[in-house]
DNA sequence: ATCTACGAAAAAATATATTTTTGGTAAAGA
DNA sequence: TCTTTACCAAAAATATATTTTTTCGTAGAT
């Protein structure tokens, strides 16, 4: 009947709603809720949480089922550095292999990104066609990098990234920043083929998406209690 | 009664397998055979299986379960280069940040490994506990790199280079090499907190690994069939 | 003789039921 | 009043049963 196996369709559909940080972090993910919003046998929902915990959306708690990743400002500057170093190295081999269909898409990716609004037409919410086209894009600048452990790493840490992003995003001031023009500055130095100028604009342009996300967040973080399965333990109640 | 949960312990037991090499990459893992042979329900196999595909030691094949990951000579080689990078991005990290206690520490896993025998006694096969005492050396040296993500990503990629040794060491050949010595080499220039020259060891170090294990074992790979997910569709029904 | 269609067996996927474990509450004792 | 212990409820983990899907073998037809 299914075109995709019922846990897959679970994975996904969790996936995406974790991405889009539908779920408070470090909150409960209590399998039978799951299992009915999903329409799927409990076996289903705790293999699609296995998948999750080795993406890093999902934790284990041995005997206590599973939470919510948590987040904190600590680790999004540590993920971005990790991020940066990954990003450019896939780019540089992206710039060396490159060929002319890939040039093609890149700009076809570009068009595509810049001719679609950040915000939906309401001009409260934020695009889901942006959001798509943006990962896209990232996506197609360094899709002819060689190495498959690079792109797997780096899909990796762009999930992370992606779910920090959209996370905080909403929550951010809404300062001047024209990342439009940051994303061309790194299309026009890579169709040029100038490895390092392109890796330096990455560079700064996933830094700046950082600053702009850590800024404004910082005082959400002071109330995230990360719940470890160690210490926390609150003794009183009433 | 069990400390772990039965899903942890064939999770466990199967890794410790696969990074043995004990199965055939690319053949299939049904899910009753081991379920006897760890003594778990199917859905404890199954969870267990799942996290061993985002380990990539486990290939998921959608409706027709689950395979060991396939190996190849150019993997491996994609596999280290990536691994050189994030080994020596940990190792910088470390010896930056290191304090006295991790001196020590190293001392100890150096001093551990130098005295333990590569072989068994009877000369013919591998020592277990040189793998394990190895396997701490690399995980003391970079301990003290502050970054949570680079020691993940590390720990993955070593998962898969470990895999690879011993799937293949037994088949290389016994060519001269001061093991010993490389190892010593690191020591001695990550202790001196010289990060350039212990790199560079490190970078050495790997990528003989790698060369000694890839010529003996190039033409294993003829035969390995690298089955994938994509084209096998067979399309009657009715 | 080769290819195709059918059917049986095996294995995976899913659903249901049972057992364990955990967390919270209340009651008893210090 | 505070601490400890026993009990109860909720949820996870596991075992068992059922359904679906795939694969393999065989027979029949071209």
Redesign the pocket.
Known sequence: ??AE???TQTYEALKSELLDGQFQPGS?????QIRERC??????V?EALSRLTSDGLVV?L?????IVAPISSEDLVDLTAVRIEIETNCLRSAIEHGDLAWEGRIQAAWHQLKHTPLLSEDGQTFNRDWTEAHGLFHDTLIDACTSKWWLKLREQMFIQAERYRRILVSLAKRRHRDVDSEHEGIVTATLARDANLACERLEAHLQRTMDHLLDAATPLFAHEEIHLPGPPKSLQ?R
Chains 1, 2 share one sequence.
Not at 28 to 32: A, G, V
Not at 62 to 66: A, W
Request: charged letters at 20%; aromatic letters at 8%; zero cysteines.
């Open positions: 009947m299914a196996s019922q846990t409960k993910l209590k399998i039978d329409n799927a046998s409990p076996g289903a705790r284990s041995p005997q206590r089922g599973f109640f």
